[in-house]
């Protein structure tokens, strides 16, 4: 089935299937516009379908599987009516300020959590590693730094 937007000349193909006799709301996934399609109920006899799939080409035709019992398509309509009603459904990014100052402040928090643990384990570890007591005397200079610019920042 081919659907046209009300708003834009988007078209659409969907599956007949998934538009409930009673009708369903539908999003434009152009234009963002939401509206109540339904069904007009055509009589169709066989001739009319070998027509209508003799004049369409193959790329257009919908791929169904004759396999799928109709209850299947109904169960799994009523599970997508539940949720939502429209078809496609779109995420907006939820990544906030807010959100990046949390990263950061987790971040630094595990820096300091991995310095305190090398600190304390800084005798063991310096037979491994023997610039770590350097490196460790740069990370707290570093931090010293960081506080006295927050610090006259502040006043």
Avoid: A
């Amino acid at each position: 089935m081919i659907i046209e937007c009300i708003k834009c000349p988007k078209k659409f193909e969907l599956n007949s299937d998934l538009i409930p006799s009673e009708g369903r709301t539908i999003q434009c996934g152009s234009c963002g516009h939401i509206w109540f399609f339904k069904k007009q109920k055509k009589d169709f006899n066989k001739e009319t379908v070998k027509e209508y799939i003799s004049e369409t080409p193959k790329s257009e035709t919908p791929k169904k599987d004759p396999n799928i019992k109709i209850d299947k398509i109904e169960k799994i309509d009523k599970i997508i009516n539940k949720k939502n009603k429209s078809l496609v459904e779109y995420k907006k990014s939820t990544f906030t300020f807010l959100k990046f100052l949390r990263y950061i402040i987790v971040f630094v928090l595990s820096i300091t959590g991995l310095l305190l643990v090398l600190d304390t384990f800084k005798i063991p570890l310096s037979n491994f590693f023997p610039e770590l007591e350097l490196i460790l005397f740069n990370f707290y200079e570093i931090f010293k730094d960081i506080f006295l610019f927050f610090k006259d920042l502040i006043k």
